[in-house]
């Protein structure tokens, strides 16, 4: 069934008046008319089956069904990430979106290489949370919160006290998040925090440290940053989010 994004403020007496890019694809792509059924989702992650009712030419008068409630996750995720560059930062939110990432907080840093004027933060933030909208549409996802980019520091102060916090470091090679994993087998919430392009220096990693955060490796090869973001967080969600962790085999 054909999928839309609309805000929960919309939906008043189970009827809803799409408009805009949403009865665009629906009008104009998908060629929808009166009676076709469609399911409309918001950014809580509920889907609303519903029946079009009525066609002008700028919008669609939807009837909803009853509204499915999505199931209650037991496991919240943050992703913390350095701006990238372009089309690598767009990637990211949509992947991120599409596995499950509840939160995401883009930073800047030391050696971040994208370069994104203040004027233009409030422009480029409406496209992320359009390209997230667009993703948890097509996923059946809720639509993550997007907060506006921020510093570095005040990423470290964003978990709350009983979140768990991870930093992946390129350099970290003690410990993996394997082995992290079968130490901290549970969590009800975490933040992960991955670096931009140009990493991370090392003076924030030891700042990291000091604010609670464990670093850890992703294995021993070297992956692009927007690489990095979407295993963290789809590894993070298998480990925690998806089921138990198993324990470690038997010596021998």
């Given at each position: 069934?054909?999928?839309?994004?609309?805000?929960?403020?919309?939906?008043?007496?189970?009827?809803?008046?799409?408009?805009?890019?949403?009865?665009?694809?629906?009008?104009?792509?998908?060629?929808?008319?009166?009676?076709?059924?469609?399911?409309?989702?918001?950014?809580?992650?509920?889907?609303?089956p519903g029946t079009i009712l009525h066609l002008s030419p700028t919008?669609?008068?939807?009837?909803?069904?009853?509204?499915?409630?999505?199931?209650?996750?037991?496991?919240?995720?943050?992703?913390?990430?350095?701006?990238?560059?372009?089309?690598?930062?767009?990637?990211?939110?949509?992947?991120?979106?599409?596995?499950?990432?509840?939160?995401?907080?883009?930073?800047?840093?030391?050696?971040?290489?994208?370069?994104?004027?203040?004027?233009?933060?409030?422009?480029?933030?409406?496209?992320?949370?359009?390209?997230?909208?667009?993703?948890?549409?097509?996923?059946?996802?809720?639509?993550?919160?997007?907060?506006?980019?921020?510093?570095?520091?005040?990423?470290?102060?964003?978990?709350?006290?009983?979140?768990?916090?991870?930093?992946?470091y390129e350099k970290e090679q003690t410990l993996s998040l394997k082995?992290?994993?079968?130490?901290?087998?549970?969590?009800?919430?975490?933040?992960?925090?991955?670096?931009?392009?140009?990493?991370?220096?090392?003076?924030?990693?030891?700042?990291?440290?000091?604010?609670?955060?464990?670093?850890?490796?992703?294995?021993?090869?070297?992956?692009?940053?927007?690489?990095?973001?979407?295993?963290?967080?789809?590894?993070?969600?298998?480990?925690?989010?998806?089921?138990?962790?198993?324990?470690?085999?038997?010596?021998?």
């Amino acid at each position: 069934m054909p999928r839309f994004f609309v805000p929960s403020t919309q939906i008043h007496d189970a009827r809803v008046f799409l408009s805009g890019r949403e009865f665009h694809h629906l009008r104009h792509v998908l060629r929808l008319g009166v009676g076709d059924t469609v399911t409309l989702c918001d950014e809580q992650g509920r889907e609303h089956p519903g029946t079009i009712l009525h066609l002008s030419p700028t919008r669609a008068e939807i009837r909803l069904a009853a509204s499915l409630h999505p199931t209650l996750q037991k496991f919240a995720l943050t992703l913390a990430q350095g701006v990238l560059r372009g089309p690598k930062m767009d990637l990211l939110i949509e992947k991120a979106t599409e596995i499950g990432v509840q939160h995401l907080v883009p930073f800047f840093s030391a050696f971040t290489v994208a370069h994104l004027p203040e004027e233009r933060c409030a422009e480029r933030l409406a496209r992320w949370q359009r390209l997230a909208q667009s993703a948890a549409k097509q996923s059946g996802s809720a639509v993550p919160l997007i907060s506006a980019p921020r510093s570095f520091s005040e990423v470290l102060t964003t978990p709350p006290q009983e979140c768990g916090r991870l930093l992946f470091y390129e350099k970290e090679q003690t410990l993996s998040l394997k082995t992290f994993a079968y130490t901290h087998p549970t969590f009800l919430s975490l933040c992960i925090v991955v670096g931009p392009e140009g990493g991370f220096a090392p003076a924030e990693v030891v700042q990291a440290r000091d604010a609670g955060f464990t670093t850890v490796g992703l294995g021993t090869r070297t992956l692009r940053a927007e690489t990095a973001g979407i295993v963290a967080v789809a590894l993070c969600r298998f480990l925690w989010g998806e089921g138990e962790i198993p324990p470690l085999p038997s010596p021998g």
